[in-house]
């Protein structure tokens, strides 16, 4: 399976880290792009310093992984820039309200929005991890267009049916969710019912 990650600036580093480890560890090839404050929140939330360098942080974040490839955020030449790619799901998480907003609007000035273009153009399945609160008027029609497109919207919100006792708990949960979008078995949370 072929699945692209965008990470952005809004908080919710803990969320991109885990779903690139479950990716990886289901035999995923990833093509992964950071925007460049994407970069500041993995720092910041993951590293506890938003001074670190971009390579640190890349290398912190996918140390061990197998079958990630990183994409500087201006390369147009790789196959997840492309509609005659064949790729099997996109996802940005976490989403800023920034890059949904360019999204919705069919503009990019990054690889992270050109990948999300490329989904809805070519009807693939695009999952948006937006963690904003509260929402403008604004958010919520850009979240409405985006979804009549054909994109997924998937809160940062997790539930707390499981009885999660642990932050990580309530990670998986989101990440869980995220991986069942992608047609990706899991058991990251026990599932209702069970």
């Known amino acids: 399976m072929r699945i692209f990650l965008g990470i952005t600036g ?3 580093a803990p969320y991109a880290a885990r779903l690139l ?3 990886s560890a289901a035999g995923a090839e990833v093509g992964l792009t950071v925007s460049d404050s994407g970069f500041e929140v993995l720092a910041t939330e993951l590293y506890g310093d938003a001074s670190l360098p971009e390579d640190e942080v890349l290398r912190g974040l996918t140390a061990g992984l197998d079958g990630v490839t990183y994409y500087p955020k201006d390369d147009y030449k790789n196959p997840y ?3 005659s790619a064949k790729v099997d799901g996109y996802v940005v998480c976490p989403c800023s309200m920034a890059t949904l907003g360019t999204i919705a609007a069919g503009a990019m000035a990054n690889l992270v929005h050109r990948a999300a273009s490329v989904a809805l153009k070519e009807g693939r399945r695009l999952v948006l991890v937006p963690r904003e609160t509260p929402l403008s008027t604004i958010h919520l029609e850009s979240m409405l267009r985006l ?3 054909g994109a997924v919207i998937l809160f940062a919100a ?3 049916y499981h009885s999660p006792r ?3 708990d309530l990670i998986n949960f989101v990440v869980g969710r995220c991986l069942d979008q992608l047609g990706i078995d899991n058991s990251l949370v026990t599932r209702w019912g069970q």
């Open 10 to 12: 809004a908080s919710g």
């Open 21 to 23: 480890q479950a990716l």
């Open 81 to 83: 820039a492309s509609g």
């Open 147 to 149: 979804r009549q497109a």
């Open 158 to 160: 997790p539930g707390f």
């Open 166 to 168: 642990t932050i990580d």
